[in-house]
């Protein structure tokens, strides 16, 4: 394995993307030990510092783990979210039934606040309008991932605050109570934001690390405004597929 | 404009939502200075130290900026693209073309370099084969908004090392060629990534700031591999709307 120097890619980034290559090719399955930093300088003829830097980059991005005196090991991929294939977004049970990960939820409150501007025009609400805020703590297989915020008119989804939405999908339950369910090619907008002390001691990680943020105004089956949804997520265990 | 206390959304966050929602409904234009802390603060009815932290949070993600002296700025709207909208993802020209600003491409350098196993199965290349890697700074009125990276085969493509790529767009330039465009449906990957020293330096970030990172494996339209691109995008300067 030569790899090229004084390219327009550097060389630790080298390293990095051909071990991300074999680890998405299996040549690294998730929970094997890669090579050490000192087989791996030789396999690919560069220096420990460069081994080092590619290896702790992997490490930040999600794909790797260090295990003091261990070595370093290869980490469950990340979760991979279907969007807008064939006008269908994949709800996050979905996605983890996809990867063979068990969906959780824990409800961390659910309360009545006043809708905003922008909420009451989106959901045709007069003045004084208010919104059920549910949120909810969303794990893989008991791994933290997101933390959900659906947003339903109070008027007409007061079953929501009596109601158990513990390991159950909500979107699920809503249909059972309702009929009604999103209508699964709302637009969403997608930014990063950084994690706050609160999403952090919830997400279980450090303070200000990167977050998508997901925004989406779903509409129903039948076109109709239905809730709004605010979602944050852990960036280093999350890949969009769009 | 009362918030609610003690409940699931911190004050400082309802402060930012409700200046996004200001600046995302035209109250707040851009180039605007909003209301100072201790105006803010009375207008919340929240303590100055909230307003600081909301003003910080909306700061780092992109939204305002502090200039010393002078007051908190309201910036220009980050840049919004489409993406899988009637099955057409934008190219970075039109993005900007859409809010009304030029955009700009500086090339970096362009070289030759050995495929990859994966990049060989996906463009259907035998063992050996090279690419070229074309890699330039984009920006948009000036500002550095994301680095560029797109592998074509050198086999057929072996005039883009004699191209003048700058301030063009190399899809157009690459049909004129070869009568050859992407599909423009293909499957893209979305993750975040921590610019490193070098990115940093070419997109004028700190480093370690996120960037999203995309990967698109390009069909033409006869559905035929085309080439493959990862860029790396500032966050705080860019929404994607899918």
Do not use: W
Request: aromatic fraction near 8%; hydrophobic fraction near 35%; proline fraction near 4%.
């Amino acid at each position: 394995m030569k790899l090229e120097e004084g390219g327009l890619t550097p060389l630790y980034q080298q390293v990095m993307e051909d071990l991300k290559d074999d680890i998405e090719r299996g040549k690294y399955p998730a929970g094997c030990r890669i090579p050490s930093e000192a087989e791996l300088s030789q396999m690919y003829s560069v220096s420990r510092i460069t081994v080092r830097r590619a290896v702790s980059e992997l490490a930040a991005e999600g794909y790797l783990s260090k295990k003091q005196g261990k070595g370093t090991f290869v980490n469950r991929r990340k979760l991979i979210r279907k969007i807008c294939q064939k006008s269908e977004i994949q709800s996050f049970t979905e996605t983890c039934a996809e990867d063979g990960r068990v969906a959780g939820a824990k409800v961390l409150g659910v309360e009545v606040v006043k809708a905003r501007e922008g909420e009451r025009e989106f959901l045709g609400l007069g003045e004084g309008a208010e919104l059920v805020h549910v949120k909810r703590l969303r794990t893989a297989d008991d791994v933290p991932i997101m933390l959900e915020n659906n947003f339903y008119p109070l008027e007409g989804f007061e079953f929501l605050l009596e109601a158990d939405l513990s390991d159950t999908s909500i979107f699920d339950y809503v249909q059972k109570r309702t009929g009604r369910v999103p209508r699964g090619d709302d637009l969403c907008t997608l930014e990063v934001v950084r994690a706050s002390p609160e999403e952090a001691s919830a997400l279980k990680v450090a303070v200000g690390e990167p977050l998508f943020y997901e925004k989406i105004d779903f509409t129903d089956q039948d076109g109709r405004p239905f809730l709004i949804g605010k979602q944050y997520i852990v960036c280093s265990l999350y890949v969009f597929n769009i």
